[in-house]
């Protein structure tokens, strides 16, 4: 099982990004994912949630309206387009598989000035 994220970057304030997930060893369809992030002397906080179609995505309150996860299931990927960005939003951003989470990405930065 192996989660690549990619699609970080610096960014201005009011700016967008959008964050991507390839993975590979198993199936995001019909799997619990979600992305997490951690700002710098801050703790681990889930930014948002996917898990199967009919069932509402999760939004943290901070990010509601201005986030956007989805999932493609034909390249096993899942993505967090992030729009409206904020200095605050600024943390590294993780992929993880389950509720409990099993597996983990590497993490892409996220820099809004």
């Known amino acids: 099982v192996q989660l690549v994220e990619s699609g970080g970057g610096s960014v201005q304030a009011g700016g967008s990004l959008r964050l991507s997930c390839a993975a590979s060893?198993?199936?995001?369809?019909?799997?619990?994912m979600a992305w997490f992030r951690q700002a710098p002397g801050k703790g681990l906080e889930t930014v948002s949630s996917?898990?199967?179609?009919?069932?509402?995505?999760y939004y943290a309150d901070s990010v509601k309206g201005r986030f956007t996860i989805s999932r493609d299931n034909a390249k096993n990927t899942v993505y967090l387009q992030m729009n409206s960005l904020k200095s605050e939003d600024t943390a590294l951003y993780y992929c993880?598989?389950?509720?409990?989470?099993?597996?983990w990405g590497q993490g892409t930065q996220v820099t809004v000035s």
């Open positions: 993880v598989r389950g509720r409990v989470p099993d597996y």
């Open positions: 060893g198993f199936t995001v369809r019909g799997t619990f």
């Open positions: 996917l898990y199967s179609v009919g069932i509402n995505a």
